[in-house]
């Protein structure tokens, strides 16, 4: 597993970096790990890095239950989520998380190819929605 992450709280972002083999349990365990921080609070947007990770085994099982666990301990609260993803297949994992996200009134989750229009996102300063 590789997966870590790191919190600004003066940007209030939460940044997670996945690095080489990663499955569907890595990421519901971090994220139940993050989320029982007591000093975390559910108004950090996020950025997730997929750039340098191979995903396997991710399920729509293990999506659901990183949001229901996010929903169960922060509520509705509504933040951004953008999802460095250059590569097709971790592109689809993060579309098929958003709609997830969506359907369970989450964060909202937008994808990108490149850094930089991820971060101008998370900023406000991109626009309309790809």
Do not use: C
């Amino acid at each position: 597993m590789g997966l870590t992450y790191t919190i600004d709280r003066q940007r209030r972002l939460l940044t997670t970096v996945w690095t080489g083999t990663v499955t569907g349990e890595d990421m519901v365990a971090l994220y139940l790990e993050i989320f029982a921080l007591t000093d975390f609070d559910g108004g950090f947007d996020e950025l997730v890095d997929l750039s340098q990770a191979k995903i396997v085994e991710l399920t729509a099982d293990h999506m659901q239950r990183a949001i229901a666990a996010r929903l169960r301990r922060f509520g509705k609260a509504r933040t951004r989520t953008a999802v460095i993803a250059p590569k097709d297949v971790q592109f689809g994992k993060a579309r098929m998380y958003n709609a997830y996200s969506d359907m369970a009134e989450g964060e909202d989750v937008m994808p990108f190819r490149d850094r930089a229009e991820a971060l101008a996102w998370l900023d406000g300063n991109s626009g309309e929605r790809v």
